[in-house]
């Protein structure tokens, strides 16, 4: 029996180091990036608030990146973009000594996997308007785990967002816009947006033909606990200075000519109307394009409007001119003028014919010729009224244009 027992004592140790050979070789068989995870996820809940102190927020950094930019709707007061989206957060529950894992200081992991933030864009309206835990697995994002714990999320769509949009110096103008990111009230998992931390470059931004980036900021939104990320934007003005500012000022010195054109050729109106019609057609597709509000009128459009105006002033006053151009004094005919009331003479007799025939004579070319003052003197008025409406013309002409230019300029 006493020998026995120490047989059984050395079974069981032999039995132990066995096992723990067989341990050691397991591991040893397995990569060190594995293991790391391992150690990581073995007790991890991806639903679980990642502080160990359950009140304090979580701190979260939102870093965006514009790629290009699809398009500026100022009708609909849009802007469409393509961006790259950072969210990055603290997770507490995933941190490590990278010097005990071969100097591993970062995985690569499926989002699905770990904690992640509710964050949305106020300001979206194209469907991607947040960023939950069910949204990154429907999508099959990843995610970068750092040794610090800090947690890097990335995301590339294309944004719709609403601007509010100011044309007062079109085509001149500069737009201003901004994505509102905020979290949503979750007391639970509270967030806390950090404004200091976070950045919006446009390293990566490709140049459009239409506007230029001018800058991009980060701010503190006027909600709590929210971010700014504003970006401004210049138009490239010589397409439309070439395709619609010069078109409307040639039109506009155009429609003063019309005052040049001889009375007697007739057309006058013919030109006037063309022009008006022409104007209108303008303002019709420059109202097309301006968004439908009574905040923020393009002076420029003021500046179509007022030469619409004088184009139809032109057409009416055109008509009252050739009016009085060919107004004229009736002449009765040489049988009329026979009859004189109380002094028309009836006779047979020849000598009193011929003597009546020559009173009626002088009668009609007398009156020929005061027709013919007549019309010279309307004549007169109407080319005079014609020169005075063509200054009066080029005067708010001038004007306009000036009170115009100084206003965009300004």
């Known amino acids: 029996m006493g020998i026995q027992k120490p047989i059984l004592i050395l079974t069981i140790i032999c039995a132990f180091s066995f096992l723990t050979k067989t341990k050691c070789q397991e591991n040893d068989s397995l990569d ?20 160990h102190v359950y009140n304090q927020p979580v701190p979260v950094s939102i870093h965006l990146y514009p790629l290009s930019l699809l398009g500026l709707d100022l009708k609909s007061q849009t802007l469409h973009m393509a961006v790259w989206m950072q969210i990055v957060w603290l997770d507490e529950y995933l941190t490590w000594n990278f010097s005990e894992f071969d100097n591993i200081k970062s995985l690569r992991l499926p989002a699905s996997q770990v904690w992640i933030p ?64 905020v979290s949503p009230d979750d007391h639970s998992h509270t967030l806390n947006m950090m404004a200091n931390t976070s950045s919006f470059q446009s390293i990566f931004f490709t140049s459009n033909e239409e506007w230029d980036l001018i800058s991009t900021s980060v701010q503190e939104g006027d909600d709590y606990d929210s971010i700014e990320m504003v970006i401004i934007l210049q138009r490239r003005p010589l397409f439309t200075i070439l395709t619609v500012v010069l078109p409307m000022i040639i039109l506009s010195v155009m429609n003063t000519f019309c005052y040049l054109l001889p009375i007697e050729s007739g057309e006058k109106i013919g030109m006037s ?138």
């Open 32 to 51: 060190t990036e594995t293991v790391l995870h391992m150690k990581l996820f073995k007790e991890y809940n991806n639903y679980r608030k990642p502080v």
């Open 273 to 410: 109307v063309a022009i008006f019609l022409t104007f209108a057609i303008f303002g019709s597709v420059l109202s097309d394009t301006m968004p439908k509000n009574s905040e923020n009128i393009s002076r420029f459009t003021v500046y179509v409007t007022t030469q619409i105006f004088l184009s139809g002033v032109t057409v009416v006053m055109g008509t009252i001119v050739l009016h009085l151009f060919h107004k004229n004094v009736i002449i009765p005919s040489p049988e009329s003028a026979m009859i004189t009331g109380n002094n028309t003479r009836y006779s047979t007799d020849e000598s009193a014919s011929k003597k009546s025939e020559k009173m009626i004579d002088g009668n009609h070319n007398g009156l020929h010729y005061l027709r013919a003052d007549q019309d010279e003197k309307w004549k007169t008025r109407a080319k005079r009224l014609d020169r005075v409406l063509m200054m009066i013309n080029i005067c708010v002409n001038v004007i306009s244009f000036v009170v115009c230019a100084a206003v965009v300029a300004s």
């Open 118 to 181: 509710q964050v949305c864009n106020l300001k979206e309206i194209s469907g991607r308007r947040c960023v939950t835990f069910g949204s990154v697995m429907n999508s099959g994002s990843e995610v970068g785990v750092f040794s610090t714990g800090h947690v890097m999320l990335s995301e590339t769509y294309d944004s719709t967002i609403l601007c509010k949009f100011d044309v007062r110096k079109y085509p001149f103008d500069t737009q201003r816009c901004s994505f509102t990111i």
